[in-house]
């Protein structure tokens, strides 16, 4: 397979993955302000931090409110991560690698694109934005599923799964690092009876709440959803899975034994961990570390294929 080849198909899953997320996050965060007393300011910053896009933003905007953020992260074409852009991306890959991929996948992004163009400014009214992204994430699924579902078991499928992983673990790291360190900012002590919501606004940016549920079987608290959206092996927005998955693709790709050493040297690092300790502070410097290492890995994996 040539190496340009599969550093397109490698990216349009990761913008497949980010576009997904990212929808994700905006819905969770529009549901949560519904269970929230209305003395509590929901943090909308948050989400800008999630994917450092901070200075880009306030160079185009003055406050971080809800429709300067709902349009900076899903129509703005200035912000490199936005929703739109990561879409544009997304059928731009697709259009470059059309013979490798099924032709229904390509006409399912073609349409996902056209469609979120045309929600652009329905999208920016809470009456029609869950509508507009929940049909982005079906639609994001639709296409995984199809692609995983016609897709020759060959590199170019490897490559693609490797995007998947790592953008997916990525943003989870993210989520766990920023969200759960100021969604609410401004919580009174008798108001700490809403940090359980906090939690599950968390779990749910996951899609992990059911899962969580089901695993656990415990009510909500810190350390326990830390435990599970780190470690939990079975859960396939966990780090510690993302990092399995990631494993799994280099070993069907020729010359990455050094890669795969840095993943499990990370997957290590992670196993080592007493989430029931970790106070936030040092949560934080954990997460930087993580993100570090996936960056690395990512280019470890720039270098050696593309």
Same mark, same amino acid.
């Given at each position: 397979?040539?190496?340009?080849?599969?550093?397109?198909?490698?990216?349009?899953?990761?913008?497949?993955?980010?576009?997904?997320?990212?929808?994700?996050?905006?819905?969770?965060?529009?549901?949560?302000?519904?269970?929230?007393?209305?003395?509590?300011?929901?943090?909308?910053?948050?989400?800008?931090?999630?994917?450092?896009?901070?200075?880009?933003?306030?160079?185009?905007?003055?406050?971080?409110?809800?429709?300067?953020?709902?349009?900076?992260?899903?129509?703005?074409?200035?912000?490199?991560?936005?929703?739109?852009?990561?879409?544009?991306?997304?059928?731009?890959?697709?259009?470059?690698?059309?013979?490798?991929?099924?032709?229904?996948?390509?006409?399912?992004?073609?349409?996902?694109?056209?469609?979120?163009?045309?929600?652009?400014?329905?999208?920016?009214? @809470?009456?029609? !934005?869950?509508?507009? /992204?929940?049909?982005?994430?079906?639609?994001? &699924?639709?296409?995984?599923? #199809?692609?995983? %579902?016609?897709?020759?078991?060959?590199?170019?499928?490897?490559?693609?799964?490797?995007?998947?992983?790592?953008?997916?673990?990525?943003?989870?790291?993210?989520?766990?690092?920023?969200?759960?360190?100021?969604?609410?900012?401004?919580?009174?002590?008798?108001?700490?009876?809403?940090?359980?919501?906090?939690?599950?606004?968390?779990?749910?940016?996951?899609?992990?709440?059911?899962?969580?549920?089901?695993?656990?079987?415990? @009510?909500?608290? !810190?350390?326990?959803? /830390?435990?599970?959206?780190?470690?939990?092996? &079975?859960?396939?927005?966990? #780090?510690?899975? %993302?990092?399995?998955?990631?494993?799994?693709?280099?070993?069907?790709?020729?010359?990455?034994?050094?890669?795969?050493?840095?993943?499990?040297?990370?997957?290590?690092?992670?196993?080592?961990?007493?989430?029931?300790?970790?106070?936030?502070?040092?949560?934080?410097?954990?997460?930087?570390?993580?993100?570090?290492?996936?960056?690395?890995?990512?280019?470890?994996?720039?270098?050696?294929?593309?």
């Amino acid at each position: 397979m040539l190496s340009r080849v599969a550093n397109h198909i490698y990216w349009m899953e990761r913008y497949l993955e980010r576009a997904e997320n990212t929808a994700r996050l905006i819905q969770v965060n529009t549901h949560l302000l519904l269970d929230l007393p209305r003395n509590v300011t929901l943090g909308w910053e948050p989400i800008i931090d999630m994917l450092s896009f901070r200075d880009v933003f306030y160079d185009l905007y003055k406050e971080a409110d809800e429709k300067s953020v709902i349009k900076f992260m899903v129509t703005d074409t200035a912000n490199p991560g936005s929703i739109i852009n990561c879409l544009a991306a997304v059928r731009e890959n697709a259009r470059i690698i059309r013979e490798i991929i099924p032709s229904e996948a390509w006409e399912q992004i073609n349409n996902l694109y056209i469609a979120a163009k045309a929600d652009g400014q329905s999208v920016l009214t @809470r009456r029609h !934005r869950f509508n507009c /992204l929940h049909r982005i994430i079906v639609a994001n &699924q639709t296409i995984t599923g #199809l692609l995983g %579902g016609t897709m020759l078991r060959g590199e170019g499928y490897a490559f693609l799964r490797l995007g998947r992983h790592l953008e997916r673990t990525d943003m989870t790291s993210r989520i766990i690092d920023v969200r759960s360190a100021s969604l609410l900012p401004d919580l009174s002590p008798e108001q700490s009876a809403f940090e359980n919501i906090q939690w599950m606004g968390v779990l749910k940016s996951l899609t992990a709440y059911q899962m969580y549920r089901q695993e656990m079987r415990i @009510r909500i608290n !810190r350390a326990d959803v /830390l435990e599970f959206l780190v470690n939990n092996e &079975q859960f396939p927005r966990s #780090l510690q899975h %993302g990092l399995m998955q990631i494993g799994k693709c280099l070993k069907e790709l020729p010359h990455s034994e050094s890669i795969s050493q840095q993943v499990s040297a990370l997957s290590a690092e992670l196993q080592q961990l007493n989430t029931h300790e970790l106070a936030q502070e040092t949560l934080h410097k954990v997460i930087d570390d993580i993100q570090f290492g996936v960056v690395k890995i990512h280019q470890a994996i720039d270098a050696q294929y593309f």
